[in-house]
């Protein structure tokens, strides 16, 4: 088994078993008694118009980090961001962020998330480009987003690509992000034993 899946076991195992066991200790939302809250969003995205490089079919990504409360309905935390796209075959990509999240009513969220795109499949050596996204999320659960990568190609160009897509946030986002996350190790296993 490549390393990068056990890696990537090594991170999925522990979200598993905080996806058991969420409802009773995980927090997902703010409220005043407390100063900061988990963020697990998953996002399933489309491409938008002509890319640069190769053509994507269909993103999934997902940001697992901590937010805290900066004022009253402001929030703002680091987000580990990783996903994949495909292309006749699956890539994958990774980051960090920062995740900004302005509360706008009771029900409904702003949240902005740029970041830097630290390793991509196709670049497994080292910085790949930039990401930033938005989304307006209802109750925390469900909402829509525009998303932008721009990746670093093999002839020191950029590949920008614009992706619209539903977000799936809190207990949801977490349980998406762990069943997409191992079906993508048990995927890559399978593979790489043919």
Same mark, same amino acid.
């Given at each position: 088994m490549p390393v990068r899946n056990v890696l990537m076991l090594l991170i999925i195992?522990?979200?598993g078993a905080l996806t058991v066991h969420a409802g009773g200790f995980l927090p997902f939302e703010p409220e005043e008694?407390?100063? +900061?809250?988990?963020?697990?969003?998953?996002t399933l995205g489309y491409p938008l118009g002509p890319s640069d490089g190769p053509e994507r079919k269909l993103d999934v990504s997902s940001e697992l980090g901590w937010l805290f409360t900066l004022d009253e309905g402001l929030y703002l935390g680091p /987000?580990?961001?990783f996903g +994949?796209?495909?292309n006749g075959g699956w890539h994958s990509r990774w980051g960090l962020g920062a995740h900004t999240r302005m509360d706008l009513n009771n029900r409904l969220s702003l949240n902005l998330t740029p970041g830097l795109i630290?390793?991509?499949s196709p670049f497994p050596d080292g910085f790949a480009g930039y990401t930033a996204g938005a989304s307006v999320v209802l109750d925390g659960w469900v909402g829509l987003s525009v998303d932008v990568d721009m990746t670093e190609t093999f002839n020191n160009d950029y590949d920008t690509v614009l992706r619209l897509g539903i977000d799936l946030g809190s207990i949801p986002g977490l349980?998406?992000?762990t069943a997409a996350g191992t079906?993508? /190790?048990?995927? +890559?296993w399978l593979n790489s034993m043919d």
């Open positions: 195992m522990p979200v008694s407390r100063s +900061s809250f988990a963020v697990a969003d998953f /987000v580990f961001q +994949s796209w495909l630290l390793g991509d349980c998406m992000t079906a993508g /190790v048990v995927a +890559s």
